[in-house]
């Protein structure tokens, strides 16, 4: 396990044992302007030691790890640092590993087909506030909420309970977050800073009862506000 000197950039943290992807990830995040590798851990243990040494802004972890698995590690950041954005990058693509890694507290799903400056740039985007999510991840999210909720129809609200109320500018931020635009990208299209941005989703979420932009999606979409 190695410990590196933090400064201002994205603080990024791994835990990672393949040997080789974990140099070319390294050396990738080394060398990118605006981001500085913290620590790397290459086991489940040393991924747990690691939380009490550093305090990452994106943490990314394998979930075979040697001595157990990464989801012990998700679940002890999501805890410890709630705050910082837990990404997987992992070769598990299989539902159960999905899906207990979302319940732990991870963000982004990534598999490991990826290449280190696509992998930055996920890292930038889940910084940024989205939710990167390799493609077959993504529609096996679908089809679970799709096999979960198709035996019952989306209940009607009982009589003078008000529905979900989002103000414009809120309703213009969920349907580009919808349609896959990054935090900084809606900032841009508002001409507001991202901060402004950020607080709108906080805002969403809280009107909403969620926690995740997936979450989101499909609560305002079984409320009838998106289409």
């Not at 590993?97 to 696509?118: C, D, F, R």
């Not at 209940?155 to 109320?165: F, I, L, S, Y």
Request: charged letters at 20%; glycine letters at 8%; hydrophobic letters at 40%.
């Amino acid at each position: 396990m190695q410990a590196i000197k933090n400064n201002p950039r994205i603080r990024v943290a791994l835990v990672e044992d393949d040997v080789n992807f974990q140099q070319a990830l390294m050396a990738a995040i080394e060398a990118a302007p605006d981001m500085t590798l913290l620590g790397v851990a290459g086991s489940r243990t040393q991924g747990l030691l690691l939380l009490d040494q550093v305090q990452p802004e994106v943490l990314l972890v394998d979930l075979g790890l040697p001595d157990g698995s990464g989801i012990d590690v998700i679940r002890a950041a999501h805890v410890k640092w709630p705050d910082c954005d837990i990404m997987v990058s992992t070769t598990f693509g299989d539902e159960q590993h999905v899906m207990q890694s979302l319940e732990a507290g991870a963000a982004g799903y990534l598999l490991k087909n990826s290449t280190p400056k696509y992998m930055l740039d996920e890292i930038r985007s889940l910084h940024d506030g989205g939710s990167p999510i390799s493609p077959l991840i993504a529609r096996q999210i679908l089809l679970r909420f799709r096999r979960d909720n198709k035996p019952a129809a989306v209940p009607e609200p009982a009589p003078g309970t008000p529905r979900t109320t989002l103000s414009a500018r809120e309703q213009e931020v969920l349907e580009r977050l919808t349609r896959g635009f990054t935090c900084n990208e809606i900032a841009g299209f508002l001409g507001v800073s991202l901060n402004t941005v950020l607080c709108y989703v906080r805002r969403i979420y809280a009107k909403l009862e969620v926690n995740s932009k997936t979450e989101a999606i499909y609560e305002a979409r079984n409320q009838g506000l998106l289409a």
